[in-house]
């Protein structure tokens, strides 16, 4: 079993930014796609962004494109989310989740294992 956790959440300022870490436990992070995904106030789960075992696939929301940079360190055992000109309509409890399956991950049904998520609150 894999278990997940999240943190860098909070509040931040329109056009802050924020970086959140995820770390899996009880079993070897490089075996995992690693991806995130949030939920807004009141709305579905969407998909952020996807970074494969060796970090050559890579793919965000098209809302996230060019702001949002995902990444992972296997020797730290740590996915990151970096997250730059943050906006209101980004807030959201954010959610790492882990995956064995290999290719583009976007959807939450090719996921595994799941995070707690962390609160993330753009104030504009």
């Known amino acids: 079993q894999v278990q997940l956790v999240e943190s860098g959440g909070g509040l931040v300022q329109a056009g802050g930014s924020l970086r959140l870490s995820c770390a899996p436990s009880?079993?070897?992070?490089?075996?995992?796609?690693m991806g995130w995904f949030r939920q807004p106030p009141g709305k579905e789960r969407e998909f952020v962004a996807t970074i494969s075992l060796s970090s050559t696939t890579i793919s965000y929301a098209d809302s996230v494109k060019g702001r949002f940079t995902i990444s992972r360190d296997n020797a730290k055992n740590t996915a990151y989310l970096q997250m730059n000109s943050l906006k209101p309509e980004d807030t959201a409890v954010y959610y790492c989740?882990?995956?064995?399956?290999?290719?583009?991950?976007?959807?939450?049904?090719?996921?595994?294992?799941w995070g707690q998520g962390t609160q993330v609150t753009v104030s504009s």
């Open positions: 009880g079993r070897t992070f490089v075996r995992y796609a």
């Open positions: 989740a882990a995956s064995t399956r290999v290719g583009v991950l976007r959807e939450g049904s090719e996921y595994d294992y």
